[in-house]
């Protein structure tokens, strides 16, 4: 097939809303409108694919969708950091939508239509915002993300949901509407442009006097605090509030593509908008990256505490953000880097772990760690995964987080942040110690109650976490790849 | 021939069928006549504005008196914008009516209704396109004087008190409008609007101008409803028949900001309401604290009319804010905000009138969980109330954001932050009813309750669509809006 890349991003992203449309219309033979996501999502992730082939050889297609009001245009333009989100988040969904099925159907969730429809939206939302070209398509991207996955968090309609609900809503839209569309606002009056520029839009500005670098500094926060879904402390309430929805959201949605969408803004403002030499030079970021260092360690310490798997899961996810955040903050060549593989391993690693909980789960209907001894014996291929992914959070070999993780303490070294460097290394050996006692316990100690017999979730949850466990180990291999492809966001100018 | 009479066409044609209504003896015809009226004044204003963005502004000579001494209707951006969307939503209000009037309004009093609001519309129209500010005060008084007895028609036994704590002040308002041009036509000899802007000229010193203006805004700001002069709002909005809510909380209030920005803009000119006197900032001032107090208010409400009636005094604000920046950003901002508030509101007003006929109620405690028995009904809330809070991709946004971006070039960093801060509000006092809807378990009101009819779902639809439609295709409203503000400003050198 012979296709334009500009043409290439509008199928791309016209593909989800085609999903919804058909999930829409098939809602009453489920098993025609799960068979059609599937292969739709698979049809997506091919022409991501070509986009991507493009995009790594140094094409930068664009497309302009529309101008929303003068001025403000939805326009898209690829670059490297967007396209490898993007190629995560559709990847991922085939992956997701395979173990959606059989964990919905185990289940027997109701309203399984809405939510894969409300599902289809929200990956709408994701490659709209990993392909748009300036702020303000970002921006409805970001909201539109926030909407769409709400009754996906309240999908159980249960009182707890309504809490949960409330406060993923309340978080996310308070801290998008005052922080992070005031910071937008403001960038576009300094410098009347909110396109994605190599190097940045806001140097000339402070050259010429019309912006203190005080100012930036306090755009810097606004954007940081902005961006909620970045789970930046003191905002990251709403991550574990949302873990009250069924598993596979709790997998593609917090653990990749909602909070991917946060940090990927996070990295896209810091290089795009600000520019790195900008934040280096100015120090601007430096309280930024202590903030970002703190919430690594608290959000570890935290998850430690928990007993409940998802609930400890989503503490570790709020720390595991937290260095990319770092990675923009510090904002060396290294440290962007090792932000920007970071949203690739940790979305690997994470949403096995996610997998592997459902999995649990769904197989034994048991919630708390404490439960959990004994069940490597019922649930091996579960148990094998969740150690595997654990490494790669850990960060250790043969695990693809390793890269990240180096590239990062890369960064701090550079910039003589030791404190930062300490936080690192602490908060691996925290990972090890909230992550890995888990399968341990699952392997080597004996059940309370009498032995349990092999039990694994059904074959459509196992092989999904079967394949992103074996991600993981890949991705270790595949790391010159990650990094020629990202290499030119590292790049000040063109 | 009849093109040539436009201007005077859209005021005259539902002013003479209202009082060919009451002729009419049987209630369905003289439905099918108020509807079709409404909808061929819709026609014709649509056809006057398309004009206007052709050729320019049209000056029309009622009965051929040539300008200052004659009245002198003026068909420019701006009245034509407001007029167009004024008809638009008495139309579709209008055609969701029947079912809704047989639940709320005593069936011996349907007669009354149609001509009412045919009179009220033709009023509001009058207000816009009259370029005679006499001639202002009497469509007021038209528009108000219908819309205290279409008031008084609900059923609640408060309702005829409500009506008349309206009355009471919707009348100090008008006789302070009245005071205030009594004023102006001793100081200038004119009631021409254009005429009496070029005799004041840049005469800004005078005591009389300044009482006059005095009055006028104070008057204005009334019917307005500005914080603190909305106390007649909420009991007028709440114990109104739900299809007299919807119409009049979707254009009476706007056609009041208009008349308000006309004297502004077009007679006193913003040098001398802002620079010299200081204005803006009292107006800011207000409408912030309007913003939070009412938006706060809206929050504890326990009835759904109530609520949307406190959160039609803070949008009243934002659209303050707009005209009082006295830049160009800023009056287009505002000018959007009537039209997209307009839509969003009337939107959410036809959706409480839906639950009010199926569940003869709109106490919250008896909506809980309607989403089960009324999914279409309480999904069209989620939609408006999105609108309404401002979410991107609906009309809210693009008024919130317009409003943003003025106030920012404008280097107004405390009235942006509120701003975005208050619209927060907004997210608690819709949502709490979201939750209700579809979170809570089912009234007894509920379980015993279907869907509304179609002939009330499709005209919601319509606006509530259109609350997603204007959020994304902007050129019609921020397009019209722009130039009329341009226009107004040109005006004013």
């Known amino acids: 097939m012979n296709l334009t890349p500009s043409l290439l991003i509008g199928i791309s992203l016209a593909f989800p809303l085609l999903v919804l449309l058909l999930i829409g219309l098939l809602g009453r033979s489920p098993n025609l409108r799960d068979g059609v996501t599937l292969i739709l999502s698979s049809v997506l992730f091919y022409f991501v694919c070509c986009l991507a082939d493009h995009v790594f050889q140094g094409g930068r297609p664009e497309w302009l969708l529309g101008t929303l009001l003068p001025g403000f245009s939805i326009a898209f333009q690829v670059e490297p950091l967007g396209m490898v989100f993007a190629l995560v988040a559709s990847g991922l969904w085939i992956v997701t939508t395979v173990y959606g099925i059989g964990y919905m159907r185990s289940h027997n969730e109701q309203h399984q239509t809405r939510f894969f429809a409300c599902f289809a939206v929200a990956i709408f939302a994701a490659l709209a915002a990993a392909f748009s070209a300036n702020l303000f398509t970002l921006f409805v991207a970001y909201e539109l993300m926030t909407i769409s996955t709400y009754p996906l968090v309240t999908h159980h309609g249960t009182e707890k949901a309504k809490r949960g609900g409330r406060t993923y809503l309340g978080i996310l839209l308070f801290t998008s509407i005052a922080f992070f569309m005031m910071a937008i606002g403001w960038t576009w009056s300094i410098t009347h442009t909110l396109d994605f520029q190599p190097g940045g839009i806001l140097q000339d500005s402070l050259e010429s006097g019309n912006v203190q670098p005080w100012q930036l500094a306090l755009l810097l926060a606004l954007f940081a605090f902005g961006i909620g879904k970045a789970a930046l402390m003191p905002f990251h309430r709403w991550l574990p509030a949302a873990m009250v929805a069924p598993t596979p959201v709790s997998a593609l949605l917090h653990a990749v593509a909602v909070v991917k969408v946060g940090v990927f803004t996070i990295l896209k403002v810091a290089i795009y908008v600000f520019g790195i030499d900008l934040i280096s030079e100015t120090h601007i970021g ?9 919430t690594i360690l608290l959000a570890s310490l935290v998850a430690m505490t928990k007993d409940n798997l998802k609930a400890r899961l989503a503490y570790s996810t709020v720390s595991q953000l937290a260095y990319i955040t770092l990675g923009a903050a510090l904002a060396t060549p290294a440290s962007v880097m090792g932000g920007g593989m970071h949203i690739v391993t940790h979305a690997v690693g994470k949403i096995t772990l996610f997998f592997c909980a459902g999995a649990i789960y769904v197989a034994t209907h048991k919630t708390d760690i404490s439960d959990m001894r004994g069940l490597g014996r019922a649930m091996p291929l579960t148990m094998g995964a969740f150690f595997i992914a654990s490494i790669s959070i850990i960060g250790l070999p043969p695990g693809g987080g390793v890269w990240s993780k180096w590239f990062l303490a890369l960064g701090t070294v550079e910039t003589h942040h ?10 691996s050996l925290l990972n090890i110690a909230y992550l890995i006692p888990i399968p341990i316990r699952a392997f080597m100690k004996p059940t309370t109650g009498e032995p349990l017999k092999f039990k694994e979730a059904p074959l459509m949850c196992v092989v999904p976490l079967c394949c992103t466990a074996v991600g993981t180990v890949v991705l270790f291999f595949l790391a010159n790849q990650l990094y020629e492809v990202l290499l030119p966001i590292t790049k000040v100018t063109q | 021939m009849i093109e040539q009479h436009l201007p005077v066409l859209v005021v005259i044609v539902p002013l003479i069928a209202a009082p060919l209504c009451v002729f009419l003896f049987n209630r369905t015809l003289v439905y099918l006549f108020a509807l079709a009226t409404c909808w061929a004044t819709f026609g014709l204003s649509l056809f006057l504005l398309a004009k206007v963005l052709q050729t320019g502004p049209i000056s029309y000579e009622l009965g051929n008196w040539p300008a200052p001494y004659g009245i002198e209707y003026v068909a420019d951006y701006l009245s034509t914008f407001v007029m167009s969307f004024v008809t638009g939503i008495a139309a579709v209000v209008l055609t969701y009516a029947p079912r809704s009037l047989n639940e709320e309004v005593d069936p011996s009093r349907h007669y009354l209704v149609h001509p009412m609001y045919l009179l009220c519309l033709s009023g509001l129209l009058g207000i816009c396109i009259t370029g005679d500010l006499f001639n202002v005060f009497v469509f007021l008084e038209i528009s108000s004087l219908s819309s205290y007895a279409l008031i008084s028609l609900g059923r609640s036994r408060r309702a005829p008190l409500a009506a008349f704590q309206y009355l009471v002040m919707g009348t100090i308002g008008a006789t302070f409008l009245l005071i205030g041009i009594g004023l102006l036509y001793q100081l200038t000899g004119t009631l021409n609007m254009a005429d009496m802007a070029t005799q004041l000229g840049d005469d800004h010193g005078s005591r009389t ?41 979707a254009t009476a209030t706007k056609v009041s900001v208009y008349a308000f920005i006309r004297i502004v803009y077009s007679i006193f000119t913003p040098q001398f309401a802002f620079d010299v006197h200081g204005l803006d900032v009292f107006l800011t001032a207000f409408a912030l604290i309007g913003i939070f107090v009412a938006s706060t208010a ?7 009319k109530r609520l949307l009636a406190y959160s039609s005094i803070a949008q009243v604000g934002y659209m303050l804010l707009g005209i009082s920046m006295n830049n160009q ?29 199926r569940l003869s109620s709109v106490r919250l405690e008896d909506l809980r969980g309607a989403s089960r028995t009324m999914p279409w009904t309480s999904f069209a809330w989620v939609l408006g109330g999105l609108g309404l809070i401002g ?14 971006t003025a ?14 801060l208050s619209s927060l509000l907004a997210v608690v006092y819709v949502w709490r009813v979201v939750e209700i809807l579809y979170f809570s378990e089912p009234s007894e009101a509920v379980k015993s309750s279907r ?23 902007t050129s019609y409203s921020v397009g019209i809006a722009s130039q009329a503000a341009q226009a107004l400003l040109g005006g004013s050198p």
């Open chain 2, 329 to 357: 950003d800023g009056l287009t901002s505002g000018i959007v905000h009537m039209f997209n508030h307009a839509v969003i509101k009337g939107g959410l007003f036809l959706v409480v009138g839906c639950f009010a006929l």
């Open chain 2, 391 to 404: 979410v991107p991709l609906t009309a809210g946004f693009v008024s919130k954001w317009l409003l943003l």
């Open chain 1, 286 to 294: 430096d309280w930024l990256a202590y903030l970002a260092g703190a």
């Open chain 2, 298 to 304: 809206a929050i504890y409400q326990v009835n759904l």
């Open chain 2, 451 to 473: 869907e509304a009819p179609w002939s009330m779902l499709v005209p919601t639809y319509l606006l509530i669509i259109g609350i997603l439609v204007f959020g994304v295709w």
């Open chain 1, 418 to 427: 030791w404190f930062l460097l300490a936080a690192l290394m602490i908060s």
């Open chain 2, 407 to 420: 106030a920012l070039d404008n280097a107004s960093y405390l009235v942006a932050g509120l701003m975005l």
């Open chain 2, 209 to 249: 101008m300044l009482v006059a203006f005095a009055f006028m805004t104070v008057g204005l700001c009334i019917k307005m409803a500005v914080f603190p002069l909305h106390t007649w709002l909420p009991n007028a909005y709440t114990y109104a028949p739900s299809i007299v809510t919807a119409f009049i909380a």
